[in-house]
């Protein structure tokens, strides 16, 4: 099992603009696993395990406050499952990687990913 | 974060609960009588996320600057004569597509979204709705916007709300998404949140939107990614909805396996005509519908998704086996059909130039050379000679996707696949294991269907000859029939020889 989860890759696609330009930039800096491509129009960032976007990383690379709402403006897809959306950072991760408790959230059970 | 604001988190909560009450003289089933009777039990509603955490005021200032940014390329475009730079005339054929097929969608999603914005118990799952019917909304309103400006210039986009409704082949579309809000609340978001939006959702859109960047359509690629921003929350939605339902009740997940085996196929079977579409439409390739669907359904879903749910006790649909199957020859199938019909659609297609063959050659090594360029050959020899083939007759349907019956066994190119079950001492065809499976789950839903052969022949559709029934479709000369002589092809050379453009 374990060793199929290690093929399971998260990723993020962005439009390809003047403003995402620094989002990227701190999402590569944050991740430095990620991989990232381009299409004609759009940014493709994937990476293994998980993707974390950090608000101060992105305030520093923009010059400017930035609100991670502010991220709705620019995305266009992703693969994965948005594990946490908090005003200092997204994370974009799968979750579940031990067996469900019936009648409780994933998030108050405790799922963590497991070490490798 | 702006100081003196409360966090994100904290607005959200205050929103979606502090906002909610419990009613104490009126029994909760009286006010929200729709969420039970599907057999999906759910003993919190609290326990429903919203990863974007959205407020009325995040939501209406991000919404707004999207249009904005929207607004602005559109009248660019269209003040620039942006058509003109397209690959070529044909590609508006995508479009026309896109417009009859999905718009119409986009507008009964905003529909459907709206009542559930009414009648889920929890105000999480309502608000999270009542965002997404704005957007379908929107979405609806910008389709429509961004593709009228080349009504002025092409045939086939005059009429697209009386065509969706009428139309042989729309109603593929149409009666897929009916078929989901006739369901119940939690099939409907099983159906169109999760299963169309999260599970398909990359399969749709890269076609449309990639297509259009790769062919000069700088208004509908730009209209596409507006939209898709607000997708990422659908997809959410999608998912969370999924796993609220699974963590609830160990008893949803049964009922909650059909769906997704149901609606994967329901999507799946839909997604023929963008296949069709991807692979012959776009003058400029992205990719095949063969690649697409690897990357996208086998490596992103059935990799990434699916283990994820897997914990849950849920597996992956039910007859996946048979699209993977189908990826080698489903888009040769499909625009085989449209191509013998199109004098009976809103669209032109032609037999694909050498080029395009080669291509197709390339990417399909193992089907295309064997069974389809011989008959793409054929076509163009036919056509050469003055005797471009349309099917002169009405095909057969398949009773649920409602597609002419052009499929083939299972990894067998050369035989026609035709299933049918017997109800109330009445047959009834399917092309496929997964659409018969579907029927034979809920036969008194499916007899109903409103199939367009059948009401042709019932009378229904405005007489017994082929120009009565286009009449009644809405269309006007031109709108269907082979490319290469269509006015769209004639308008095309034209511009680009030097005439002006809507002159005579």
């Not at chain 2, 045939?155 to 009428?166: A, Y």
């Not at chain 2, 006739?182 to 999760?194: D, H, K, Q, V, Y």
């Not at chain 2, 005509?273 to 012959?280: G, I, N, P, S």
């Not at chain 2, 690897?294 to 649909?317: H, S, T």
Request: proline letters at 5%.
């Amino acid at each position: 099992m374990n060793d199929e989860h290690k093929t399971r890759t998260v990723g993020i696609d962005l439009q390809d603009s003047e403003e995402s330009r620094a989002l990227v930039d701190a999402i590569e800096e944050d991740n430095p696993d990620a991989e990232i491509s381009r299409m004609p129009g759009l940014v493709q960032i994937k990476s293994t395990r998980e993707l974390v976007i950090r608000r101060e990383t992105v305030e520093q690379r923009m010059g400017r406050e930035w609100e991670t709402h502010e991220l709705q403006v620019h995305i266009v897809s992703y693969s994965g499952n948005i594990a946490e959306w908090y005003d200092d950072e997204i994370v974009i991760k799968w979750e579940n990687w031990r067996p469900p408790v019936w009648g409780v959230q994933s998030s108050d059970r405790g799922a963590t990913t497991p070490q490798v | 974060m702006a100081k003196g604001k409360l966090p994100m988190r904290e607005r959200y909560r205050l929103l979606t609960r502090d906002l909610d009450w419990t009613p104490t003289y009126v029994k909760p089933e009286d006010v929200y009588p729709y969420t039970r009777y599907e057999g999906i039990k759910i003993h919190d509603w609290d326990k429903w996320e919203d990863p974007f955490r959205l407020t009325v005021d995040s939501y209406c200032k991000y919404q707004a600057e999207k249009d904005k940014k929207l607004y602005a390329v559109i009248d660019g475009f269209a003040q620039g004569q942006g058509h003109l730079s397209l690959t070529d005339a044909r590609y508006v054929n995508s479009l026309k597509l896109f417009l009859c097929g999905v718009t119409p969608l986009e507008y009964a999603a905003h529909r459907h979204f709206a009542y559930l914005a009414r009648h889920l118990d929890g105000a999480g799952g309502r608000f999270a709705a009542l965002c997404q019917s704005i957007d379908e909304l929107r979405h609806a309103q910008t389709e429509t916007h961004t593709i009228s400006q080349y009504n002025k210039y092409y045939g086939g986009l005059h009429n697209f709300g009386q065509m969706h409704d009428r139309v042989w082949y729309l109603s593929v579309p149409k009666s897929f998404f009916e078929d989901g809000i006739s369901a119940g609340p939690f099939e409907f978001l099983t159906a169109i949140s999760f299963s169309f939006e999260y599970l398909l959702t990359n399969l749709l859109f890269v076609p449309f939107m990639s297509g259009a960047s790769f062919n000069g359509d700088l208004a509908t690629m730009t209209f596409g990614f507006s939209a898709q921003s607000d997708e990422s929350r659908h997809m959410t939605l999608g998912l969370e909805v999924i796993k609220f339902m699974l963590e609830q009740d160990e008893a949803n997940v049964p009922i909650v396996q059909d769906w997704i085996d149901k609606w994967f196929w329901r999507g799946y079977r839909l997604l023929g005509l963008v296949a069709a579409m991807m692979d012959y439409m776009l003058p400029k390739k992205i990719m095949s519908w063969k690649e697409a669907f690897e990357l996208y359904m086998e490596k992103q879903m059935l990799e990434g998704l699916f283990p994820d749910l897997e914990y849950y006790g849920i597996r992956p649909p039910r007859h996946i086996q048979q699209a993977i199957t189908e990826k080698e020859y489903m888009s040769h199938q499909v625009y085989w059909i449209l191509y013998q019909f199109s004098h009976a659609a809103n669209f032109n297609t032609t037999v694909p130039p050498r080029e395009e063959l080669d291509w197709m050659s390339e990417v399909y090594p193992d089907t295309f050379d064997r069974h389809y360029r011989p008959l793409w050959e054929r076509a163009r020899d036919l056509q050469e000679q003055g005797k471009r083939f349309f099917f002169n007759g009405l095909p057969m349907l398949c009773q649920v996707c409602q597609i002419p019956m052009g499929f083939t066994e299972p990894g067998d190119p050369s035989t026609i696949c035709v299933r049918t079950s017997d109800f109330r001492d009445e047959r009834f065809n399917f092309c496929s294991d997964g659409c018969k499976w579907i029927f034979d789950r809920e036969p008194e839903k499916y007899v109903q269907a409103w199939l367009p052969v059948h009401q042709i022949y019932q009378g229904n559709c405005g007489g017994s000859t082929i120009p009565e029934v286009l009449n009644w479709y809405g269309f006007a000369d031109g709108d269907g029939g082979e490319y290469l002589t269509s006015p769209d092809k004639l308008n095309w050379d034209k511009w680009h020889t030097g005439a002006v453009v809507g002159g005579a």
